[in-house]
């Protein structure tokens, strides 16, 4: 069984199945190393990485060489988190056999308007298209991937724009009719009030997906007992991770005024250099270094 299958399967059964954000291949190595099941090729991340705003400011490109990096980096599945899709539908059907071609098994689309705007970024642009326009995304994405295991994830903003629930359900079900296999609902509320709420009322066969930032007191095994939720991803952690344990360090060498301190907490460089595949690169000078 392929990745895309496995992942498939992941998304429907009766287990949640739980993603951890990357943003280069050694921080989606770690989270396979953790244990999760799947990697959120986040777009945020990459942004942030790059030290710019998440607002499609990244060309595609930049964006499909990460993913396919990542994917061939790590076994578990690799979901790639394409925004807006790059354009419209006619840009949808050329980029997603891409992304399918890079290792991926899964992309999610969001039906904001380009370039788009992050969802939690205060007074942030949360322009929505119409319903009729992402279908037509949706419905190019899945006319487009070459594996029928290959999933197309839609993801509607209603919530984030402030368009209540009543219209996040219609473009959820718009989107599920036009082929989605799964709908991620997103909300910037503190409290998960709003996401419970849209969980008891959604009606749909497909699958939800969740990306509980702005209310981590929700737990994997309250998300489990919803029984509508196949799939939870941890969206930002770990750019954010990554950016807490560095300024701590940084500040504690200058602070320090060296790094007699502070190293001996460190990872090694020997865990490093394993983490880089050292294992595998001394087996290949073993077979063919004659």
């Known amino acids: 069984m392929n990745r895309n299958a496995r992942f498939r399967q992941k ?43 998440d607002a499609n400011i990244l060309s595609h490109s930049q964006h499909l060489d990460m993913m396919r ?64 326009e992402f279908q037509g995304k949706v419905e190019a994405a899945c006319g487009a991937r070459r594996d029928a295991d290959f999933c197309v994830i839609a993801r509607t903003e209603a919530l984030i724009a402030g368009a209540g629930e009543q219209e996040a359900l219609a473009r959820a079900s718009a989107y599920e009719a036009a082929g989605a296999d799964a709908i991620l ?19 749909g066969r497909v699958p939800l997906v969740l990306v509980p930032t702005a209310y981590p007191q929700l737990r994997e095994s309250d998300i489990q007992a919803l029984g509508k939720v196949g799939l939870v991803i941890y969206g930002n952690h770990a ?17 320090d005024g060296g790094i007699h301190e502070v190293d001996a907490g460190l990872p090694s460089v020997k865990e490093i250099i394993g983490l880089q595949g050292d294992a595998g690169m001394r087996e290949l000078e073993r077979r063919y270094l004659k």
């Not at 980029?95 to 992309?107: K, M």
């Not at 992050?118 to 929505?128: F, W």
């Not at 997103?186 to 709420?197: F, Y």
């Open 11 to 53: 998304l429907q059964d009766s287990v949640l199945t739980h993603a951890m954000s990357a943003h280069n291949p050694l921080s989606a190595r770690l989270a396979a190393e953790a244990g999760f099941d799947a990697i959120w090729g986040s777009g945020f991340e990459l942004s942030a990485s790059y030290a710019v705003p």
């Open 69 to 132: 990096a990542i994917a061939a980096a790590v076994d578990v599945p690799v979901i790639a988190d394409i925004d807006t899709g790059f354009g419209n539908a006619v840009n949808v059907s050329y980029i997603v056999p891409q992304y399918e071609a890079a290792g991926c098994s899964a992309v999610v689309m969001e039906d904001k308007t380009f370039p788009k705007d992050t969802s939690l970024r205060a007074a942030g642009r949360q322009e929505l298209v119409r319903i009729e």
């Open 185 to 203: 609902i997103h909300s910037r509320q503190s409290e998960p009030g709003e996401i419970l709420s849209f969980v008891a009322a959604w009606r």
């Open 239 to 255: 750019i954010r991770a990554a950016v807490g344990a560095m300024r701590d360090v940084f500040a504690r060498i200058r602070r």
